[in-house]
């Protein structure tokens, strides 16, 4: 645990104004399956939405940011020098922190490769396997403020109402919650193992 508590966990992750989660499932009778009643509109790309990365650690949670592009190597190396440096050098001020990052084509590159590799004195960059999502923490995150986001009555109907939603989500998220999640990993590290490349509750 003393080494699980010195690990930053990062992550992205997109909110959208509408929700979309597949298929809407509606019982009628024969013949009636086209009619108004029966059948649901759609909104293209769930009507836009926002991307946010963020970070936390047994210590602290944050800091978030609102992406507002797609994610390109150089949006993510300026987070995490002006984001993600002064975080890590405030928490473990030691340099004895470890930082965990998943395996995705802006956080792969050869720039931030190196922009890392200038900062070794300052904290650790964990080795992270591919397509583990169970082993991440922040997905449970991620999974609360979307809940708690769609459970706010009236929906957010445009991209500065809902930024600022998840926003206020985020900094009033629990850091017992955020402590507990980061106490899971020998669970998660162990039901990984025991199931085999298989699925896990996490």
């Not at 390109?72 to 002006?82: E, G």
């Not at 109907?157 to 899971?184: E, F, G």
Request: glycine share 6%.
């Amino acid at each position: 645990m003393d080494e699980w508590k010195r690990v930053a966990w990062s992550d992205e992750s997109r909110f959208l104004i509408h929700h979309v989660d597949g298929r809407l499932n509606a019982r009628h009778l024969p013949g009636e399956q086209l009619l108004p009643s029966c059948t649901a509109g759609h909104t293209q790309a769930g009507g836009g939405g926002i991307m946010l990365w963020g970070t936390f650690s047994w210590t602290a949670l944050r800091p978030v940011v609102v992406v507002e592009q797609t994610m390109k190597a150089v949006n993510y190396l300026n987070i995490i020098a002006d984001e993600l440096h002064p975080y890590m050098v405030f928490v473990f001020p030691t340099g004895n922190g470890i930082f965990q990052q998943d395996n995705a084509p802006c956080h792969m590159t050869w720039i931030v490769w190196g922009w890392f590799e200038e900062h070794t004195d300052e904290f650790h960059l964990m080795s992270w396997p591919p397509n583990l999502l169970d082993l991440n923490p922040m997905e449970h995150i991620w999974d609360v403020m979307e809940r708690q986001l769609r459970a706010q009555t009236p929906q957010c109907p445009i991209i500065s109402t809902l930024r600022d939603h998840c926003l206020d989500i985020w900094y009033n998220l629990s850091p017992v919650m955020c402590q507990k999640l980061v106490a899971s990993m020998l669970r998660r590290v162990a039901a990984v193992l025991k199931a085999k490349e298989g699925a896990t509750r996490y």
